[in-house]
């Protein structure tokens, strides 16, 4: 099952960037926020929305939200409580989609003391230099609601918590099996119902194998076993198995394991090994 993640209110750079009439900072290099107070960024998003709909005919869809940073500087949002805004955004795209019987999820960080909850000064160099929103209202005005809304939790034990006060269904996002240290217990603790490994690097054979699909492999045991052999012993298996799960995804498997019949040649290099460089 395709669960698509269609970035909404923060990380939209692909709307506010080419429609800037949306941008809340609309003279920022490269615009991260669509104005939540103007409904013509609603048209926009919800027909991006209806077309993911369409073409992947998902039954789940993660609406992003994660990492808002430019809140309440344009003249229509200026003034106004930033974590209404926030919450405002959520429920007006769930609304959207529950209404096409679609499940929701998000991101939770702004839920999350501490974390993405308070506002506070921002700075990632040229790029995007402000101060964070501050969406204390947010998490009150969505519970109040009553949503169904799923969560993916990239804030720690401190976000578990949080999401199992609330009795909010809700899955650790970003995971990595390799830094839990008492993964049968958190699980025991917090009634979280899965777990995703995130990828932030180029979708290629290499990237891929270095990067992803070991700690991918690593995790799913966790997730999906209830075997869980020391992490030493667990990682050393991991390794013994890339071969194997590489060659299987790669686009193009090495020749030399479809050879017909398999043939092995030793080829003697000492010849070339210590030579003066050429040129």
């Known amino acids: 099952e395709i669960i698509p993640e269609i970035q909404s209110l923060s990380h939209v750079y692909y709307i506010a960037s080419a429609r ?6 609309p003279d920022m290099p490269w615009p991260d926020s669509y ?4 409904p013509e960024s609603y048209k926009v998003m ?11 005919k998902c039954k789940r869809v993660h609406i992003g939200h994660d990492e808002y940073r430019a809140g309440a500087f344009c003249p229509l949002c200026k003034g106004k409580d930033e974590g209404e805004l926030y919450a405002g955004d959520v429920l007006k795209i769930y609304d959207h989609l529950k209404a096409k ?11 999350v003391d501490s974390h993405n909850r308070f506002g506070r000064a921002w700075s990632e160099g040229s790029v995007v230099s402000y101060e964070k929103p501050d969406t204390a209202s947010a998490r009150d005005i969505v519970a109040a609601a009553k949503a169904d809304i799923h969560i993916t939790n990239w804030s720690g034990e401190r976000g578990d918590e949080t999401f199992k006060s609330l009795g909010w269904t809700f899955a650790i996002g970003n995971f990595s099996g390799r830094r839990e240290k008492d993964w049968p217990a958190r699980v025991q603790r917090s009634g979280l119902v899965g777990a995703e490994v995130s990828s932030w690097c180029a979708l290629d054979d290499f990237e891929m194998g270095k990067m992803n699909i070991p700690e991918a492999a690593f995790s799913i045991n966790l997730l999906w076993s209830s075997h869980y052999p020391p992490k030493e012993d667990a990682l050393n298996e991991t390794a013994l198995l890339m071969p194997i799960v590489r060659g299987m995804l790669a686009p193009k498997p090495p020749a030399s394991t479809h050879a017909t019949p398999m043939r092995f040649t030793v080829i003697d290099i000492q010849s070339a090994c210590n030579s003066p460089a050429k040129g």
């Open 20 to 25: 800037r009439d949306l941008a809340e900072i």
């Open 101 to 111: 019987g679609i499940e929701v999820w998000m991101w939770g960080d702004h839920f």
């Open 46 to 56: 919800f027909d991006i929305t209806d077309e993911y709909l369409d073409v992947l």
């Open 35 to 38: 104005c939540p107070s103007n």
